[in-house]
């Protein structure tokens, strides 16, 4: 593999060379947020809503990024020409700083990786997922912090099940998988996702964007696992995968999707709109 | 500051060249766990009692050590003698290790830090600290994980109420505090401190040996939040600090302590302790 470089301890050097200092709070205290937005043809996709988020993220946090915005896009921008992956992922990352306590946020550093990452299928696949349910809300769930415990440490579990993803409820109402977020389409064809206690992710927003454009009947509203019995469709969305569809949620096993579904048309839609935006 | 040695990356370096790869689970998804030690005149205190947590914590967050106990032993006696700071703090620290995927557990990377600590006074300050309850139960919470997320992010909610440290409670009944556990002595003489939903500490368990020890009537039980309104004392507990006083809790505020209070003679006992074992 060639040299990657990274930003990190203020400047542009190899990724092999750079870490986080020992005395950061993301090391010793897992506080940290970040963001990850994928590069296709050598362009950053959605850009300014994964900034618009990571700077809310940061906000939330009380991490005081010390570049600009401007800064930050300048940043990206030199790496991605300087890397040269036309197919990549950004990651964007900070931590609570170098605390001489161990436990009181202080300057926090950026850092920027970029890394290659296979550019997900230009179609929407008809083998569906298999998503299983667990009984956890992350903490602070509206924040991409960089808390993965629960999802990393339930993989085993996950996959003695036959899952292939998990998905978080909050006592039956769902809310999110670890890393998207979750669409239902109805009985009676209204899209559907949840509208509290997750991370909203960009593709979702996106999703919204096409149903309230499309005059396509969407809800945000909480949902309860039950309702996966009746549903007639349903995908998850993420910033890597676009869209992937659902085809079982624990013993509930759904009808398979064709070329005419809703799901379909959203995918073909999300497609127009990466291209609009890079 | 002199320059102080650890271990990290396989080797013993200079701690201001060291850092954790930007590929590591621990740094992309929160994922390690720590044990924390104090040393006194060069000699670290309970060692084995920390060994025993540590690897317990690894082996149930399925990061596989590869160093032996006797190998984490002989890097610690010679990070001791390298660097010579007879009042100190040594940390061990385990990630996921570096995650091509960014999400499965690999071969995590042992991390060994010691860096100057004040030693805690050799007698029990009377002067007690307000701690105020949050409705919250770590993730995981037997385990000595790197999350500690909420009890960063709350710092300035519980500054603003006057606290000077947070006790956790799940709907009423007490937990832990986010680096220490509690104690309380009921109006009848009674030692007790929470029996679930937190993290064992190796001061809280040195406290109830020499409560069965020195025949003090002691239990581990569910603590509901209420009985600081009729409690006689209350201490924290931690390596750090051994014991502190509490002096009030939410709204209760509690008795003074004196020098024929239990808390005294149990702070007297762990000093005897720690000079058995070191």
């Known amino acids: ?4 470089f990274c930003f990190a301890n203020n400047q542009i050097e190899p990724l092999e060379k750079a870490g986080v ?3 950061d709070l ?3 205290r897992g506080y940290g947020i970040f963001d990850f937005l994928r590069v296709q043809d ?3 996709l959605f850009l300014q809503a994964h900034l618009d988020r ?3 993220s940061a906000a939330i946090m009380r ?3 010390k570049e600009s915005r401007e800064q930050v896009i300048e940043l990206v921008n030199q790496l991605i020409q300087k890397n040269n992956i036309p197919s990549s992922g950004i990651r964007l990352l900070i931590g609570g700083g170098d605390a001489p306590d161990g436990y009181t946020i202080t300057a926090p550093h950026l850092i920027i990786i970029q890394q290659p990452l296979t550019a997900p ?3 929407l696949a008809d083998t569906g997922i298999h998503l299983v349910s667990y009984n956890y809300t992350r903490q602070l769930a509206e924040v991409k912090t960089i808390d993965y415990l629960m999802a990393i440490w339930l993989q085993p579990w996950m996959k003695s099940l036959g899952g292939d993803d998990i998905l978080y409820h909050n006592e039956g109402i769902i809310t999110e998988c670890p890393r998207s977020n979750i669409f239902m389409v109805t009985a009676d064809n209204v899209l559907v996702t949840p509208n509290t206690g997750m991370l909203k992710g960009i593709t979702r927003n996106n999703i919204l964007s096409i149903a309230a454009e499309n005059d396509i009947s969407f809800e945000e509203r909480p949902i309860h696992l039950q309702e996966f019995a009746s549903a007639k469709e349903a995908f998850i969305t993420s910033s890597t995968k676009r869209m992937t569809l659902v ?3 624990d013993a509930h096993v759904l009808a398979t999707s064709n070329d005419s579904s809703l799901s379909h048309i959203l995918f073909e839609r999300l497609l127009k709109k990466e291209r609009f935006f890079s």
Chains 1, 2 share one sequence.
């Open 1 to 4: 593999m060639k040299n990657l």
């Open 26 to 28: 993301m090391v010793q």
């Open 21 to 23: 200092p020992l005395g």
């Open 121 to 123: 299928a230009d179609y």
């Open 42 to 44: 050598n362009k950053p």
């Open 63 to 65: 991490l005081n990024i």
């Open 54 to 56: 990571f700077f809310n």
């Open 247 to 249: 085809r079982q949620v």
